[in-house]
């Protein structure tokens, strides 16, 4: 009965099919392409079949039996089992698929059955294809035998063995020897179990007594575990007459166990693993040696079971060979020799190919196959023996099958199979045997696209018989390419290399064969190369920063929709979302990685792509960060005080670690306070600490890099140091006398973890240095002590010794000091002093520049210091400047010049002056008297910059401008320095233009020749003949048109700024304006904002006067306050009447704008007509911003504070 295919069924069919794909059978392919035209039939062939042995696990539901094959016409199937003819269709329990070879056997019933040997055939007129032979497999529940077993009595001291006999069943087997609670019986080299499972003792004593040895058979594969019969063991002591004797195991030397024997053979499969196992009995227990004779053990080779087993895993040929085994104690040895063999299933050495030939050629099939031992080869034609389908034209020589004169009719499926004891294998190949004339399967006008110096290959797959001759022609041409860069492959494609300009084109694929032809054009593009030009470079970037790559390439235009740019991070492609949260980001050709972290490190790979060709260009990334904390830190060596400390360093994070810091806390006088101890260099891993007494410690440790210091350490647990005497001394040591007849003694106490031990105190002990006398000495806990009644100012030595309860510290270092100085030194009856008493001889002075002097001296006697020194002091004074007769002192400076000292630098001096200087020496209580005055001069310097410089008139092609000669001149002027150039409001500059003014009397000047409604600016400094000082500047824009107004002076620059460029200086030239646009605004007036802002101003005020003028008309009248106004125009109420005026700035570097031409010619014709200059130059006052602050008298202070308003009111 056949069963429809149920969903279930089908779910299994797919599952297994796809498992067993790769059981299948070589075939002739015809393309489906070919197919779509002709209707060409071919040999039945297998497409999946079961392996070759099929177990029925009883936890499975069902077991699908598979057979698929495909061929033209459908290929039919039938089934043998054991040689026998099988139907599955006449089974009403096997389930069945329509169309296919494949059966399923359900586990629902007795499967013993179905137990055996199947095999698959597939049909159609042409021939017949099988299967490898299938085994099916039903394994039985594995039972150990129910029986009653005897207890083993054993005498102590010899051997016994337990039998486990364990049943057969699915391999592998695993034996486990328990008790009745499932304890493991304990194994050593007394007991161990075999490879048979027996368990072996190798001599009996008295705890292997008990009633439980339990033997467990586990049977993986079917999940199964059974347990034989509990066993049980007596041994019986043995007794002697002599006590000492009592008890006492016989020696003997050693025997086996097993192998029983002294040879033994074993022969095993290739690939299997060889297990070689001795175990020996004897007293003492023998110990087993092997060896492999002639031959060294290979590296893989495992020794277990306590060396009676040894396993070499995945046996090869060269593992064949002779072993042995050697069991020994003192009382002998014995030894057992293996001789192994490693065989192999069947290989193949040639396996049968499917052939396509042509009618009438000869047809050869070969088939041979490797293995030991050697197979024996079986040939079929069509699923029977070759010699009951006889045919004339067909022999068999060797291993080879050889067709003559092959027709249609010879196309058939022959199958070779190859057998030995370890295995068979069979093929099948299909011989078709048919004449068609070349079928072209790549499609036609196929286009490829290559760049310069590469390779492609352009696809011609053709399907004939016989085979065809294929040539490529370019440009229809009649002649096939050639040449070394041209290479026509068997599969029809044609590879170009080295691929150059004059290579694009068409090509035309031709195939022939004696039954016709075919052809087909394509198209080859050659583009250029894709190249980085910008690479992305190596770079070490610190964690938590953002890291740019930089990655440009040039490709060809052609490509300018498919032309990608690719980051990839260790050959795996970057994910770019452009998401806020995303960390990874491009823009233009720089790739941005966000907050870099650990996981950034890399190599980054820049990958430039088209569809013809691709450039990658790679870059590391290190990941800089601060060195982990070093870990596992232990003390060891502990010696009193002295402490070894040992640690394991934690990553660097590419930034090698340069020292170690280790850091201490103590419990009592600073608990959790922690403090550093000791640096180590970064090569080191542990470090010797010595420590102070009575202290409980405990220590960690952070490491350095360029980057920083990492984090600390875990801590150490705590070490409490013994108590000593102190290991130093008090340092820093001070003398000092306040006070006549007085010595303050005072140091710098110990730290309290160098106290050593409690009760800390200092012995003080002192005496006279310049009289023979004995130490006097104080203990104290202080620090410090006074020493009372001493002589005035006399040398004392003094030491200090600190010592606890332990003992006293080092001997101390003596220290020199003086007593208390003199408070009365007497000079004249009324007059007291302690300063020194006289002044320091041979003054004199060297000059260096005009601004610096050298000062020497000779030193005062310390008798007349009258006290410790503390330095000298020079005092000077300004006299005059040379450039004037008449003296006028200045004021007094000083310097002091600590310690003893001759000689010293006094600088920032007036050059071109007469100085006058003293010098004097000082201690504690004061300066002594002055030497005698030395007078020197300074030389001529550069002049201070002019304090005043400003633009007085501006005209179209003229300024003026007028200066006053410097404060401070530092030497006799020469003239003057005039220099200037275009500028605009970008701060770009024109060509820069000197003026050289040789009369230094000259305080105005007019640059002529300027463009009109042009930005200058100007600079003025002052020259003497050692050099020129700093610039003073203004700027100005010169008017639109030439008017005899001046410009008020309420915008001029009197701050120093660097000099321009330095030019050579020439005569006055006219400036031309630059090419680069720079400084005049003359061109494109129509189109400033300025000027469109002021003509939309006087359309405004013209319709509001005329608007005016209609509401006044309409009311009829005018009153007489209202002519008068009309009359007299306040100037307060009108804008700035200038054409133009100078612009100040506080800075060089950023001009103000603010030119604003007058709204009415006729106002600024008449109000205008003096400026800031009709007043004098002592009116006008400037603050050092430039802002005015002058006020005027009378009619002129009204006028020039309007137009000042005017000026601020009128937007920039």
Partial sequence: MRLLRSPRLATVLLV?????????????????????????????????????????????ESFPVICEAKGNPEPEFRWTKNDQEFDPFLDPRLMKEENSGTFVIPNNGNLTEYQGTYRCYASNKLGIAIS??????????????????????????????????????????????MTINLQHIEQDQRVSVGLNGDLYFSHAVEKDSRRDYCCFASFPRIRTIVQKTAMSVIVRTRKSDSSENANAILERKPSLLTPPGGKSEIQLVKGEDLNLECIAEGFPTPQVEWMKMGHKFPSKVRFENHGKLVIVPRAEQEDSGKYMCKAKNPLGEVQHTFTVTVEEPPEWVFEPESQLSMIGSDVH???????????????????????????????????????????????????CEASNRHGTILSNANIMIMNLQPMILTSEGEEYSVVERKRVTMHCKVFSSPPSTITWSKDDSPESVHGPRFTVHENGSLKIYNVERGDTGQYTCLAKNTEGSSAINAMLYVKDPTRIVVAPEDQRILIGTT?????????????????????????????????????????????HIMNVSHSDQGVYTCVAKTPADQDVASALLMVLDVPDAPENLVLSDRKGRNVTLKWVPGDDHNSSTTEFVIEYEESHWEPSNWKELLRVPGNRNSAELRLNGNVNYCFRVSAVNAVGTGRPSEATERYKTPPEAPDRNPENIRIEGHLPHEMDIKWEPLLPIEHNGPSLEYKVSYRRQDVEEDWKEHTVKRHSFVVRNTPTFVPYEIKIQAKNRQGFGPEPKLVTGYSGEDSFFWICPQEVTSVPSAAPDDVAVEVMNSSVVKVSWTRVHKDKLHGHLGGYRISWWRLRSLLDSKKSPGDKHTLAVPGDKNRATVPILTPFSEYSLIVMTFNGRGNGPGSHPVNFKTPEGVPEKNHDFRVTDVQRHTVSLVWKPPLEPNGILIGYLLKYHLINDTEEVGPLQTVDISKPETTTWILRDLEPLSKYKFYLCSCTTVGCGPDVSDECTTTLETTSILAPAVGLSKSASPSPPSTPKSPVTKPTRSTIGLASIHGGISTKGWFIGLMCAIALLTLIVLIACFVNRNKGGKYSVKEKEDLHPDVESQGMNDDTFCEYSDNDEKPLKGSQHSLSREIKAVESGDSLVDYGDEDAQFNEDGSFIGEYAGRKEKRASAEIKATIQTPA
């Fill in 132 to 177: 490898k032979e299938i085994e099916f497999i039903v394994p039985n529940v594995p039972k150990f035998p129910k029986e009653t077993l005897d207890p083993v009595v054993v005498e102590e001291g010899q051997p016994f063995t337990l039998k486990c006999d364990p049943p057969n069943g699915i391999p592998p087997l695993q034996i486990y020897w």
């Fill in 547 to 591: 890291a740019q790559l930089s990655c440009l390439a040039e490709y060809d235009k052609s490509f300018s929709n498919d032309f990608e740019l690719l980051w990839e991070k260790d050959d795996m492609e970057i994910a770019l979302n452009y998401t806020e949260n995303s960390r990874y980001f491009v823009e233009n050709g720089v790739f």
């Fill in 16 to 60: 297994v099919i796809c498992i067993c794909a790769f059981h299948t059978t070589s075939a002739i392919d015809i393309p489906l392409e070919v197919l779509g035209h002709i209707n060409i039939e071919q040999l039945p062939t297998i497409t999946a079949q079961s392996p070759s042995t099929l177990i029925a696990f009883p936890f499975d």
């Fill in 365 to 415: 099939i070969k088939c041979s196959a490797s293995g030991i031992p050697q197979p024996t080869t079986t040939w079929r034609v069509n699923g029977g023996p070759l010699q009951e389908s006889p045919a004339r034209n067909r022999r068999v020589i060797g291993d080879t099958i050889v067709i003559h004169n092959a027709q249609v009719s010879d196309s058939a499926v022959y199958q």
